[in-house]
C-alpha cells in the first residue's frame, strides 16, 4: 500500500493539479490575511490621526517650554558667570549653590548641570 501511495505522489499530474490547488489557496489566505489587516488598520486609523495631533501639539508644546527655559537658563549662567569673575577662585559646584541660595534655578545641582551643559557645547 505504501508503494501506491508513493506511485500517487508521483504521478505528475496529479503533482500539477495538487501544486495549483495549493498555490490557490495560499493566494486565498494571502488575500484573506490582507483583508484582515486592512480592517484592523481602520479600527485603529481614528487613534492613529487623533496621535498625530498630539504629537504636532506635544512637539509645538516642547518648543515654546524650552524658550522659557532658554530664557531662565541665560539668567542662572549669568549670575554663576558673574560670581566666578567677582571670585575667580569660585569653582562652578559652589557658585551654582550660591545662586540657588540667591533664588537663581530650582536647585544647586541643576544649575551645576546647567553649568556643566552650557561647558560641553562650547568645548571649554
Not at 5 to 24: P, Y
Amino acid at each position: 500500500m505504501l508503494g501506491r501511495f508513493w506511485k500517487l505522489l508521483l504521478d505528475e499530474e496529479l503533482a500539477a493539479a495538487l501544486q495549483e490547488h495549493v498555490a490557490t489557496a495560499v493566494v486565498y489566505a494571502f488575500t484573506a490575511g490582507r483583508h484582515f489587516q486592512l480592517a484592523l488598520g481602520k479600527e485603529t486609523e481614528p487613534d492613529a490621526l487623533r496621535g498625530m495631533r498630539v504629537r504636532i501639539g506635544g512637539r509645538n508644546s516642547g518648543l515654546l517650554g524650552g524658550r522659557k527655559a532658554e530664557a531662565r537658563s541665560a539668567v542662572i549662567l549669568a549670575e554663576m558667570d558673574r560670581m566666578i569673575e567677582e571670585n575667580p577662585h569660585l569653582k562652578p559646584t559652589r557658585a551654582a549653590a550660591l545662586a540657588h541660595r540667591k533664588g537663581y534655578g530650582t536647585s544647586a545641582e541643576a544649575n551645576r548641570k546647567l553649568w556643566n551643559r552650557r561647558k560641553e557645547k562650547s568645548g571649554t
